[in-house]
């Protein structure tokens, strides 16, 4: 698969991976085809994360077919005190 045909979307916390699939296959004899095969569709999958994701920060590397997400947690603001008035 190339890198082109695949695609990743974040929406809070969930990521979607899309990638449209194609492939070809033949078997010739001189000139000849004896065999020709296409497969073509579209895959995706989509993963719910337990915390929100920063997306300014996330990351997608693609390299020899593998495909790694750097997909940092959203920061919390911690246990927030309020002042009684």
Known sequence: MRKDDI???LDGSVVTL???VKQEDSQ???????RS???????????Q??????QAQAKAKYD???LMLTLP?????GV???AIE
């Open 80 to 82: 927030q005190h309020l």
């Open 73 to 77: 947690k959203k920061g919390g603001t």
């Open 7 to 9: 695609q990743v979307s």
């Open 64 to 66: 020899n077919g593998i």
């Open 18 to 20: 899309r990638a449209e």
């Open 28 to 34: 010739t004899e001189g000139d000849k085809v004896l």
């Open 37 to 47: 095969e296409r497969y073509y569709g579209a895959v995706s999958r989509s993963l």
């Open 49 to 54: 994360l337990p915390q929100d994701i920063e």
